[in-house]
């Protein structure tokens, strides 16, 4: 068996002769001109091309780097502008409510100074139930602000209802929409005497309430204005409800009946006016509203 001997050139080796061939071809490229011309042929053929394309390479890269670097700018710009929007929008939403609150103020204010013989304080609505309608609610003055059951409440232009039920900080109003509630009533203008009924059905429906036992003989038309009574014995005498609509002769023909649109938004209370001043009744009276 004849032993066989790998051939292995060693760096050193390798590295001198590389040198050697440079020499010699740098040698050949002084003394004959023509010599290196293959050489740069061949490096204008496959060393050019290659320089471009790796020049293209870092070009697109480059744009790349930009466009990404231009996308999270726009990117931090958007959200900066998205927030700024949002900041404006709760402002504008502040600012509406405020205005909202300020004029329902002034309402009151006016109401106040359109009963000026009685005495009132100021409360907030805090609850309503869930409802869409404040057919009861809560508002936030009670026993230590003086608050006492039965007494008479304002809002927009005219009655809301009856306090009910009183807390230490709190209070419970029964409005006039509500299904029990009955209020001792009379035409304005005639001083003819009624009774408004709470009627949550037709309330929702229509904005209407009824008007009950109105003698056939009332002078009573399309468009009056209907007031407290001074008959009643809950609520003080005066106090606009509405103005009346639908009137109709029972079938009994001794009596007539109507609806009532009242002058208060029964779906949007905020503030009301409680007045602290009781209707003075006889004791043993019988009337109830």
């Known amino acids: 068996m004849r032993n066989r001997h790998n051939f292995e050139l060693s760096p050193k080796l390798l590295l001198i002769l590389l040198t050697v061939i440079c020499g010699a071809l740098l040698s ?69 409510t405020g205005q909202a609150e300020l004029s329902e103020l002034r ?41 006492t059951v039965n007494m ?51 309330i929702f429906k229509d904005g209407t309430i009824d008007v009950i036992y109105i003698s056939k003989d009332a002078r009573i038309n399309e468009g009056e204005e209907l007031v407290t009574s001074h008959i009643s014995s809950k609520y003080l005498p005066g106090l606009r409800i509405g103005t009346v609509s639908n009137i109709l002769t029972d079938t009994s023909n001794l009596t007539k009946s109507a609806k009532v649109t009242p002058v208060v938004d029964f779906q949007h209370l905020q503030n009301v006016l409680v007045i602290t001043d009781l209707k003075q009744v006889p004791e043993g009276s019988g009337s109830s509203g």
């Not at 780097?65 to 996308?71: D, E, G």
């Not at 005639?190 to 009774?195: E, G, L, Q, V």
């Open 152 to 202: 008479n409440v304002l809002a927009g232009n005219g009655l809301v209802g009856i306090v009910t039920e009183v807390g230490s900080n709190y209070a419970k109003v029964r409005s006039i929409i509500e299904d029990d509630s009955r209020v001792s009533a009379m035409v304005l203008n005639s001083k003819d005497t009624c009774i408004v009924k709470g009627n949550t059905g037709t």
């Open 28 to 96: 050949l490229s002084v003394l004959f001109k023509g010599v290196s011309a293959p050489f740069t042929n061949i490096a204008a053929v496959f060393i050019v091309p290659m320089q471009e394309g790796l020049n293209s390479v870092g070009s697109w890269a480059d744009g790349r780097l930009h466009s990404f670097k231009s996308m999270k700018e726009l990117q931090a710009e958007n959200e900066a502008l998205t927030a700024r929007v949002e900041e404006l929008q709760d402002e504008n939403s502040r600012l509406a």
């Open 107 to 147: 309402g009151l204010l006016q109401l106040d100074q359109a009963y000026t013989d009685y005495n009132k304080v100021g409360a907030r609505v805090i609850s309503n139930g869930g409802g869409n309608w404040y057919e009861t609610f809560l508002i936030d003055k009670g026993k230590k602000d003086g608050i």
